[in-house]
């Protein structure tokens, strides 16, 4: 049971644009959702992350958007840059039902900003 | 300050064989969870340890075992290779006993190829 479902799988976008990565959860009980970035042949880096109980959290040029009630929530990068090119992982985790904060994570997304 | 760390970089098996692969968590961190991420794919939680005993486990069978030493570093076992085992093995440190306790934090992994 995928618990985490992520979209798109592959994004490509022009230098300056802006791209939007999307996730969906099944299991209300999470309570924290990280976004990693994963550069080849590197381990993932933590990007940014929320709680349910805001809607929104900005850092820089990365922003996530959280709708509780449809449970969903998106990745933006604003004015992308090649450098950003890499692939993009939501995931989500909870303390309760003895979970201890395990990362569940979705499939990911390659994103390539072409120059 | 040393991020988490894991030896060694790549590895090569034969079906059948075992492997023992290593991870030191981010300094200040007391747990280690194990990821395996195959190629395409998403990590997936194989287990967790805290206080040197495994604290939670995913969807992985029991020739997948491990142990955490009184450092807080920690190995992972996998026995009787199968020609699926081959991934990326990832360890990821946290710090149990902060406010922090669900920000997870990864290494570069271990690359094993089985044959």
């Known amino acids: 049971q995928q618990q985490v479902k992520q979209s798109p799988q592959s994004l490509i976008v022009q230098k300056g644009g802006i791209s939007i990565i999307n996730c969906a959860y099944e299991n209300t009980a999470f309570d924290y959702f990280p976004w990693y970035q994963q550069f080849p042949g590197k381990g993932p880096a933590l990007l940014i992350a929320?709680?349910?109980?805001?809607s929104e959290k900005k850092e820089g040029r990365f922003t996530i958007s959280f709708n509780k009630s449809a449970k969903q929530f998106s990745l933006h990068i604003m004015d992308s840059q090649p450098g950003d090119s890499a692939t993009y992982f939501c995931a989500a985790s909870t303390m309760s039902g003895g979970s201890n904060y395990k990362l569940t994570f979705g499939k990911g997304t390659l994103l390539t900003v072409n120059p | 300050d040393a991020g988490v760390t894991q030896s060694p970089t790549h590895l090569i098996k034969t079906r059948g064989q075992q492997v023992t692969l290593r991870c030191s968590p981010k300094?200040?961190?007391?747990?280690v969870s194990w990821y395996q991420q195959a190629l395409g794919q998403g990590p997936q939680f194989i287990f967790q340890?805290?206080?040197?005993?495994?604290?939670q486990r995913g969807n992985f069978p029991d020739r997948f075992s491990g142990h955490q030493f009184p450092n807080y570093s920690s190995e992972l076992n996998v026995n009787a290779l199968l020609l699926g085992d081959s991934a990326l093995y990832l360890c990821?440190?946290?710090?149990?006993?902060?406010?922090?306790?669900?920000?997870?934090?990864f290494g570069a992994g271990t690359r094993l190829s089985v044959l």
């Open positions: 990821a440190s946290s710090a149990a006993g902060t406010i922090a306790k669900n920000i997870q934090y």
């Open positions: 300094s200040g961190h007391d747990t």
């Open positions: 929320i709680r349910p109980d805001v």
């Open positions: 340890y805290y206080e040197e005993e495994e604290r």
